[in-house]
């Protein structure tokens, strides 16, 4: 079995939650959040994200590069970014109205600038988007058919922006990891600083520097991106 170089720094629990999930590891970012994972997951190094955000920006100039600040996946893996596995981003642009959000599964047309965006990348295919407003989560899930890779993005509102957390599995894996990545993002704890709070104002229309359909636009491109090279990154090996 090979060892684990990067040591994540965990709080061990033993209660199962609700969803049937068993999660016995518990990872608290800095940023404020706490990540609960099933045992046998171990994060992905530092190093390892930087090269592949460098990857994704070489495939796709022309676009902003993407920045992952936490990734996880199975301890027994060849290889680093090697299905199944999570990348995390965190926004901090500023608190997004929730109605913006809505909008885009509330009307027929609402998320079309997303689909059409998306689109132009080949082999990929846009599946559902949807809000939960409970969780206030915006939920997508796609197939990048080339490499056989199926994903589910999650944005995860803050008061200080979102957090992304971007779920990857080989095709006919998914139906075994959906459940999985779901209860992960369910079980995300804000604190009390990022805990996302719903404003009567968000209905109101604002005067906003974001631009909300391209930032959206760019969230899943940004993973339908990393679907498309994931062949290449796979040869960068894990370190024993």
């Known amino acids: 079995m090979l060892r684990i170089f990067f040591i994540i720094s965990v709080v061990f629990i033993t209660s199962a939650i609700a969803s049937g999930t068993e ?23 530092g190093e390892i994200l930087d090269e592949h955000s460098r990857k994704l920006q070489q495939s796709s100039p022309d676009e902003e590069r993407p920045a992952y600040d936490y990734g996880f996946q199975l301890f027994n893996a060849g290889h680093w970014l090697e299905c199944p596995y999570i990348l995390i981003r965190i926004n901090k642009t500023g608190r997004i109205p929730e109605d913006k959000i809505k909008k885009l599964t509330r009307e027929k047309d609402g998320s079309q600038p997303i689909k059409e965006k998306i689109s132009g990348i080949p082999n990929t295919e846009v ?14 899930t796609f197939l990048a058919d080339a ?34 990545f779901e209860d992960i993002v369910k079980n995300i704890y804000l604190s009390k600083d990022l805990e996302y709070r719903s404003r009567i104002t968000d209905s109101i229309p604002i005067i906003s520097q974001v631009d909300f359909q391209k930032f959206f636009s760019h969230v899943f491109t940004s993973a339908l991106l990393i679907g498309a ?10 370190r024993s």
């Open 229 to 238: 090279i994931w062949l290449l990154l796979k040869r960068i090996k894990k």
């Open 127 to 140: 599946e559902d988007i949807l809000y939960d407003p409970d969780d206030h989560t915006l939920w997508m």
């Open 23 to 45: 999660f016995t590891q518990r990872f608290n970012a800095k940023e404020g959040f706490t990540l609960k994972l099933p045992d046998k997951w171990v994060r992905i190094p």
């Open 147 to 180: 490499e056989k890779v199926r994903g589910l993005v999650a944005t995860k509102l803050t008061q200080e922006g979102c957090i992304q957390i971007v779920c990857y599995s080989i095709d006919q894996d998914f139906p075994e990891y959906r459940r999985l």
